[in-house]
């Protein structure tokens, strides 16, 4: 990914992986980079002490090996991080339930945020995350790409040219068969996870996106297949702004009819 003129630095904690990747690789010593650097070193660490690079790009590999380590991925270390980053723009895809806290932080540091789905756990979050969006004057965008697909523009103009007449029910059924090994990421079975806010997000936007607002909710939920802390099914009841219905169910413990997401 190196281009002439850029300045690389490589945090390494392990010196054998320093010596391997340059006795052993070419990538180092072939790079188009104007200048390399390595800093032998916990990386968390290093950048606590160092002054601010005002880096273009920061990529964190926490997850390659057989242990997390978790002080990489804290709020903590996102401050320090966030130290060393131009204020431009953050992309946010950690697990649900810590999307509040890194959008805060990275607004706070002055940076627009492009949030994975959901904006948040919790509406109290998501608020927030709009709160400090507003207050700093910074954009504060949301990962629903569905919508820019253009089957649902085409969809959506059809709807709005009136072809079909006045919307007055809609029904959607969104299932998918996810095995163990899905589950091993111990925040899918706990409170933020769950097909609600990992699957269904994308239909209930797409839902707004061709028939408007919804203005009331009604809903049920059962863990009662995988007996997690979330819900593995779901059945919603809605009334949109313009007065028709829907109705939709969702569950990741059966098969669906036509794909698996």
């Excluded at 709020?75 to 204020?87: T, W």
């Excluded at 969104?174 to 609600?196: H, I, L, M, N």
Aim: with cysteine; charged share 20%.
């Amino acid at each position: 990914y190196a281009k002439p003129g850029d300045h690389w630095v490589f945090y390494e904690i392990a010196p054998t992986v320093v010596d391997v990747a340059q006795s052993e690789f070419t990538f180092l010593k072939q790079s188009p980079a104007a200048k390399t650097d390595i800093v032998l070193g916990d990386g968390r660490l290093a950048l606590e002490r160092e002054p601010s690079r005002q880096y273009d790009l920061m990529a964190i590999d926490a997850f390659s090996g057989d242990s997390i380590p978790m002080h990489l991925l804290t709020r903590e270390a996102f401050q320090v991080y966030m130290k060393h980053l131009k204020p431009d723009g953050v992309i946010i895809a950690t697990p649900n339930d810590a999307h509040a806290n890194v959008a805060l932080d990275c607004l706070n540091h002055g940076a627009a945020v492009l949030v994975e789905k959901p904006i948040a756990d919790t509406i109290e979050n998501a608020r927030s995350i709009c709160e400090a969006a507003l207050a700093k004057g910074l954009p504060a965008l949301v990962g629903h790409h569905r919508r820019h697909n253009p089957i649902m523009r085409q969809a959506k103009s059809i709807v709005d040219s009136g072809v079909l007449g006045k919307p007055v029910s809609m029904t959607a059924m969104c299932t998918w068969y996810k095995d163990d090994d899905y589950f091993k990421a111990q925040w899918r079975r706990q409170s933020g996870g769950g097909p609600v806010l990992i699957n269904l997000i994308h239909d209930i936007d797409l839902l707004r996106f061709l028939y408007g607002d919804i203005a009331s909710v009604q809903a049920m939920t059962s863990n009662a297949v995988r007996g997690f802390e979330v819900e593995d099914t779901a059945v919603v009841l809605m009334r949109f702004v313009n007065g028709a219905l829907g109705t939709v169910t969702v569950s990741d413990t059966t098969v669906s009819p036509w794909n698996y997401d």
